[in-house]
């Protein structure tokens, strides 16, 4: 049955009633969240006043992180030694180690956290965002852009600028000139600050001993705290890293064995041409 004009009206004036309610409840509401804005504000900025139980992250679970990451560094640097002769390794030993580092921390970049950090079920915060009674709520703010770039530019640029440094203050002998030349006054500038960086390192290290929170100087530095990725996640030794690095191990052996039967003399012709 077709509807007469009677009805057609009604529903035309009954959809235009629900939208002008729809439109009044949305402005209502709306007038209201903009209303308490200014509580909530104060209301979160109080939080951090509140004192709150403190997240306790284990030790052994942050160091063995540390131990995996220097595990697997370990690992490729020894498979990347097999590919190349004595005299590159000489040459470019901090080129090659400044890319093995970069390839460990890129993972950084991504999502917050080492492998090794990932394999013990840890990840890093930012926390400059959770200090007070923000410590130990649910949600984690992430790593800042500038966080992870200055992450990558202190472990593997700092850790590069310091071996080119040293290799070169060695191998000019700069520690046997005079006394008063400005080459021997820069190496003893330089071995104090290798004593105060030693001795900072240890006093952080034992600082963490005590509260837990930063494993290396370089994440105080930066206010990145390793913190468990999944809380709920039961405390367990895990034998991933272990089949990985069987699997890994396996792999590498055949490539370089494909490597060295295909490209290692021309590749290292080429090396030895540019050195």
């Not at 840890?122 to 200055?150: C, M, V």
Request: glycine share 4%.
């Amino acid at each position: 049955m077709i509807p007469n004009d009677s009805n057609k009206d009604n529903l035309l004036t009954d959809s235009v009633t629900t939208a002008s309610l729809n439109s009044s409840n949305a402005a209502f509401w709306k007038n209201d969240w903009l209303n308490v804005q200014s509580s909530l504000s104060s209301l979160r900025n109080s939080l951090a006043s509140f004192p709150s139980s403190p997240l306790r992250i284990m030790r052994v679970s942050q160091l063995d992180a540390d131990l995996l990451d220097s595990e697997l560094f370990g690992l490729f640097k020894e498979q990347l030694w097999l590919l190349f002769s004595p005299q590159i390794k000489q040459t470019f030993e901090p080129e090659l180690l400044a890319i093995l580092h970069l390839i460990c921390r890129l993972t950084v970049l991504e999502s917050g956290a080492t492998y090794g950090a990932q394999l013990q079920n840890l990840k890093y915060r930012n926390e400059k965002q959770h200090w007070g009674g923000l410590q130990s709520i649910t949600k984690d703010s992430p790593l800042t852009t500038y966080q992870k770039f200055a992450y990558i530019a202190l472990t593997v640029g700092g850790q590069y600028i310091w071996i080119r440094i040293s290799r070169l203050v060695i191998a000019q002998g700069w520690s046997e000139l005079s006394e008063d030349d400005p080459r021997k006054i820069f190496w003893k500038v330089l071995q104090k600050v290798e004593n105060i960086y030693k001795t900072v390192s240890l006093l952080n290290f034992l600082i963490f001993l005590y509260d837990g929170k930063y494993s290396t100087l370089t994440d105080r530095i930066l206010s990145m705290r390793l913190v468990y990725a999944r809380r709920i996640m039961n405390r367990q030794v895990s034998f991933e890293f272990l089949n990985r690095q069987l699997v890994w191990h396996a792999f590498t052996v055949n490539l370089i064995f494909l490597y060295r039967k295909l490209f290692l003399k021309k590749f290292n012709i080429i090396l030895i041409c540019f050195s």
